[in-house]
């Protein structure tokens, strides 16, 4: 049973436009969520972070937002780059273990 | 530099053997984890380990072992138990096994049935 959810498989954004990767979450209890990024052939890499306590966290051109109510959080990457061309995973924490989506795999488009 | 080093990068298993996987890091990190993942899902966690000579179950832990007898070690075998192996293998450690710890990730090693 799949606990956090990425349901775009994939995005498509123009270069020096804003990315927007969804994330949502059906255990009430999660009271930490991050964001990671996954280039080919390689680990995932932390990227961003929120508490529960916020509903958004800021860094360069990375921000993720977190609706509690809804239970969904978004990052938003503002703007984008060819670079940032990747698959990003979104996490949650329970207190006792990470849960993962199935990633989202972003392209920017030169 | 420090990091996450799993090796091998690609390795195949006969029916009935059993194969471990090795991941080593320099970061001077507590905790370590083993992840596997597979087409249209996400990570899932096998075991994890808090301390030295000390680990846990994850969620998925049926047909496989691990060991962890030195802080920078921790190898994950995949026994013959394990009825479906293939899949993307992810090694992770983390400062201590606090929930608010990122965790860095190696480059995984990805198992096939020969």
């Known amino acids: 049973d799949q606990q956090v959810k990425q349901n775009s498989p994939s995005l498509s954004v123009q270069e020096g436009r804003i990315s927007i990767l969804n994330c949502d979450y059906t255990?009430?209890?999660?009271?930490?969520f991050l964001w990671y990024k996954k280039y080919p052939a390689e680990g995932p890499t932390f990227l961003i972070s929120i508490s529960s306590i916020k509903d958004k966290n800021e860094d360069g051109r990375f921000t993720v937002f977190l609706n509690k109510s809804a239970k969904h959080l978004s990052l938003h990457i503002v703007p984008s780059q060819p670079g940032d061309s990747a698959v990003y995973f979104c996490a949650a924490s329970d207190y006792n273990q990470f849960y993962f989506g199935t990633g989202t795999s972003l392209t920017v488009i030169p | 530099d420090g990091g996450i080093t799993q090796s091998p990068k690609y390795l195949f298993r006969k029916e009935g053997q059993n194969v471990t996987l090795s991941c080593e890091q320099n970061l001077n990190h507590d905790a370590m984890y083993w992840y596997r993942q597979d087409p249209g899902q996400g990570l899932r966690l096998i075991y994890y380990s808090q301390i030295v000579n000390d680990f846990q179950k994850g969620d998925i832990a049926e047909g496989y072992s691990v060991s962890r007898e030195k802080k920078e070690s921790f190898p994950l075998t995949v026994t013959s138990a394990q009825k479906n192996p293939t899949a993307f293998y992810l090694c992770?450690?983390?400062?201590?096994?606090?929930?608010?710890?990122?965790?860095?990730f190696g480059d995984g090693t990805r198992l096939s049935i020969l």
């Open positions: 255990n009430s209890m999660f009271d930490y």
């Open positions: 992770a450690s983390s400062i201590d096994a606090g929930p608010r710890q990122p965790q860095h």
